[in-house]
């Protein structure tokens, strides 16, 4: 990723060094025990939200609405587009609370060390350092 380097040198250093430290790994791939296992195919965007409508939690991906039951699998489907991913493990028979659990840790962590390589930083490069490490570990702005 290196030839991606764009902007100012100092944040570009920050941002880097920062996710060559993080315990930040691919999701949902390298959260789960391996395994055979059914596939499930979810849209590819880079506008991805989530929100309640009536019984379901809706993970939108650029409009493309993914309709769920559980708190918890919308998580684990609203991670995996955040990555990109179009092709996921299906659900059904996976521990999601450990799996969502151990991802978040790892984002809480990252998050941390974010916080304190940028108290002294203006807001503004604080989001464009939280921007780039997103960009680094293969996220769509996760921070």
């Known amino acids: 990723m290196e030839g ?3 902007g100012d040198p ?3 250093d920050i941002a880097s060094s920062i996710a060559k430290r993080s315990p930040l790994k691919s999701f949902p791939e390298e959260y789960l025990q391996p395994m055979g296992r059914s596939y499930l195919d979810i849209p590819i965007g880079s506008d991805i939200i989530m929100f309640r409508q009536d019984e379901f939690i809706v993970v939108s991906i650029d409009s493309r609405r993914v309709y769920l039951r559980s708190n918890i699998e919308a998580k684990y489907v609203f ?3 955040k ?3 179009g092709r996921i493990a299906n659900p059904s028979g ?4 450990t799996v969502i659990g151990s991802f978040e840790d790892d984002l809480d962590k990252t998050l941390a060390m974010i916080n304190v390589e940028c108290a002294k930083l203006a807001q503004r490069h604080q989001n464009e350092v939280k921007a780039l490490v997103s960009k680094l570990l293969g996220y769509h702005d996760i921070f």
């Open 94 to 97: 996976i521990d999601l609370e």
């Open 10 to 12: 100092e944040i570009w």
């Open 79 to 81: 991670y995996s587009a």
């Open 83 to 85: 990555r990109g991913q």
């Open 4 to 6: 991606d380097q764009e």
